[in-house]
């Protein structure tokens, strides 16, 4: 049954998200720039990042925060926009996302080059909104520097950076487990912390998140080794296979595929530890959240 609930709270949720992406990412950009970058945000992905944050708001008594909204729809922005720039030819040269032709392939490298840089700026404008009543600006300021370091050479830029960097190079686990703290779960734990920022929460419960968050984070990236090495194209929505074709390392490269799984259901419950710890009473969804992406076929 709690399941079924979540289902439900996850599906009205992302309705919300998904109306404030319509409102908030312009379609009268000059040039054609609106469209590449609805283009690219719109109407796809499993929103995972959105998820963390505003489940993490439920969790600190945050439910229904204009600050949350906006961090869920800013951070989904930055996702977006790393999506478009990682699919072009100077990076991983990709045809399909999402199950539709990646940016680039649709409008062109310039225009799919500006929409990443555009929406990238967009997340912030989110965060910044004008009037001080809806978010406080020390709270904006806060959510801002959350994202932006997660975003940047400490995060996300610099865990692409060691990626494209790495083809064809023997890490090890732990070389391997530094670039995808940095690639894929910097932002996912900055969902969870932004989230956080929203509500009331002490020293405990913070640190219970910031753990939760690291250890989902890498679970992700794991599932995304081990998804790319055992499902087709079609169920992915994005080619299959593509990190072998590039001779990157992966967590089945590096680990095999049976310790790789293993690997993930073993964040999954630090995941689950570290909520326990935080000793929040409304996490439920959280908790859910750590099972479906172990879980997830996709």
Not at 136 to 151: E, N
Not at 192 to 218: E, F, K, T
């Amino acid at each position: 049954m709690r399941r079924d609930e979540f289902d439900c709270w996850a599906k009205d949720t992302l309705d919300t998200v998904e109306g404030a992406l319509e409102r908030w990412v312009p379609s009268l950009a000059p040039a054609g720039l609106g469209e590449a970058m609805r283009y690219g945000v719109l109407d796809g992905g499993k929103r995972l990042r959105p998820l963390l944050v505003l489940s993490a708001a439920e969790a600190v008594g945050a439910h229904g925060s204009e600050a949350a909204l906006r961090a869920a729809c800013a951070v989904e922005l930055i996702h977006a926009y790393s999506l478009i720039h990682d699919d072009m030819p100077c990076m991983d040269n990709d045809v399909l996302r999402r199950g539709k032709p990646t940016v680039h392939v649709q409008f062109g490298q310039a225009r799919a080059m500006l929409a990443g840089d555009a929406m990238q700026a967009l997340a912030f404008e989110v965060l910044t909104c004008e009037h001080d009543d809806a978010v406080p600006p020390a709270l904006q300021a806060r959510l801002c520097g959350l994202l932006a370091r997660a975003a940047g050479q400490d995060g996300m830029a610099g865990g692409q950076a060691i990626d494209l960097a790495s083809v064809g190079q023997g890490l090890d686990e732990q070389a391997l487990c530094d670039m995808h703290r940095r690639k894929t779960g910097a932002l996912l734990q900055a969902s969870v912390m932004m989230g956080a920022a929203c509500g009331r929460v002490d020293a405990a419960a913070l640190a219970g998140l910031r753990d939760y968050g690291a250890a989902i984070g890498l679970a992700f990236q794991v599932m995304d080794d081990i998804l790319d090495a055992t499902q087709a194209s079609h169920t992915l929505g994005k080619t299959a296979g593509k990190d072998a074709h590039h001779n990157k390392p992966t967590y089945v490269t590096v680990l095999g595929l049976a310790a790789a799984q293993r690997r993930a259901h073993d964040l999954r419950e630090q995941a689950h530890a570290a909520l326990a710890r935080s000793g929040l009473r409304d996490a439920a969804w959280l908790s859910l959240l750590a099972d479906k992406v172990v879980e997830r076929d996709c």
